[in-house]
């Protein structure tokens, strides 16, 4: 049972370079998220899709970029990273109906230095 | 405009106590959806009770109880007979526009969450 799978767990990046961290999922969801969470704190919508080839911005868009081609697979991309970007990121999926649960993937650690 | 709150940064309970973790939210749509999520330390987000916005009775998953209030806007999740490995931090999460056409259709808010202590 593979659920969301996220790669990589950990990176250090450096200031100014750009990586892009997969998502995938293999339960058909057409819902997906990526959300960051710096220490202590809530979990900030990144950005979210609710279909193949369908993205919509979420509170703190800035400095990212997704795309959905498939329904499997959720990539987020950084570019030109900053040490604002230290965080852990959480890929999460869903059925597009009421109540069902929400699966998480187990998060990827990266620190820009 | 925060989506949801959740007011209690920390709480602490004695074992074996009930805990209510509070947790309001705002939202004008009328299909949505209320989440609770429990984080261990180890970071994992595990899911532990949904309400839905026309559900007429409250949740509830074994210990775990969430007290809705629809007209409050509040959605405080009940922990009832606290256990040492419910150390941990709770989320709150709202999913809006549950039917096509929502304005914030499939949108997914989490809260600031709390920090839940229980004491031997």
């Known amino acids: 049972n593979a659920g969301v799978t996220q790669t990589p767990k950990f990176r250090i990046l450096k200031i100014g370079q750009s990586m892009t961290l997969q998502c995938t999922q293999d339960?058909?969801?057409?819902?997906m998220y990526w959300y960051r969470q710096d220490p202590g704190m809530g979990l900030k919508l990144i950005y979210y899709?609710?279909?193949?080839?369908?993205?919509d911005k979420g509170e703190v868009p800035n400095g990212y970029n997704v795309s959905r081609s498939t329904t499997e697979d959720f990539p987020l991309r950084l570019e030109l990273a900053a040490p604002s970007q230290t965080s852990v990121y959480f890929c999460?999926?869903?059925?597009?109906?009421?109540?069902?649960?929400?699966?998480f993937g187990e998060g990827s650690w990266l620190t820009v230095v | 405009a925060q989506k949801i709150t959740q007011t209690q940064p920390g709480m602490f309970v004695q074992e074996k106590e009930a805990v209510t973790l509070d947790c309001t939210y705002d939202t004008s749509d009328q299909s949505y959806g209320l989440f609770w999520y429990k984080q261990p330390s180890s970071g994992e987000m595990i899911f532990l009770i949904y309400?839905?916005?026309?559900?007429?009775q409250n949740a509830t998953e074994g210990r775990y109880s969430l007290n809705f209030q629809k007209a409050r806007k509040s959605a405080n999740l009940v922990i009832s007979a606290s256990q040492l490995g419910d150390s941990a931090m709770y989320f709150c999460?709202?999913?809006?526009?549950?039917?096509?056409?929502?304005?914030?259709?499939?949108?997914?808010?989490f809260g600031q969450g709390t920090i839940l202590t229980v004491h031997p």
């Open positions: 309400q839905g916005s026309y559900d007429e």
């Open positions: 339960m058909n969801h057409n819902y």
């Open positions: 899709s609710v279909g193949a080839g369908i993205t």
């Open positions: 999460a999926s869903s059925y597009m109906r009421a109540g069902h649960t929400i699966y």
């Open positions: 999460a709202m999913r809006e526009g549950l039917r096509a056409g929502g304005t914030s259709y499939g949108k997914l808010t």
